[in-house]
Nanobody, 126 residues
Framework: QLQASGGGLVQTGGSLRLSCAAS????????MGWFRQAPGKAREFVAV????????SYADSVKGRFTISRDSAKNMVYLQMNSLKPEDTAVYYC?????????????????????WGQGTQVTVSS
């Protein structure tokens, strides 16, 4: 089970930190990711962190502004979002992938993920 939280309303240039709590794991995931879906648009990849190596990958649109991290002791994943823009407005979802893929870039597809959280709304006002 995944539980996302931390969304809210923020002004352009502001920051938010999203959290995703994982529970009920029988084994460690291979990676945890964040996706987002804006109104009228398809869900898109935001960032991923590999659970064991902590290697990360980001969508070009958020590189340098967002940071994904994980706390394996607490089974938590975070998304620190800085310099937020109105185009970052979306529902943000955390997801867990069980299968290990060779390339971190392979985790940018929804089909790579097995479990999804319920989503948390992020709204950036201009």
């Amino acid at each position: 089970q995944l539980q996302a939280s931390g969304g809210g309303l923020v002004q352009t240039g502001g920051s938010l930190r999203l959290s995703c709590a994982a529970s009920g794991w029988s084994s460690m995931p291979s990676a945890m990711g964040w996706f987002r879906q804006a109104p009228g648009k398809a869900r898109e990849f935001v960032a991923v962190v590999r659970w064991r190596s902590h290697v990360t990958s980001y969508a070009d649109s958020v590189k340098g502004r967002f940071t994904i991290s994980r706390d394996s002791a607490k089974n938590m994943v975070y998304l620190q979002m800085n310099s937020l823009k109105p185009e970052d407005t979306a529902v943000y979802y955390c997801a867990a992938s069980i299968q290990e893929y060779d390339r971190t870039s392979n985790y940018d597809r929804e089909l790579r993920y097995d479990y999804w959280g319920q989503g948390t709304q992020v709204t950036v006002s201009s």
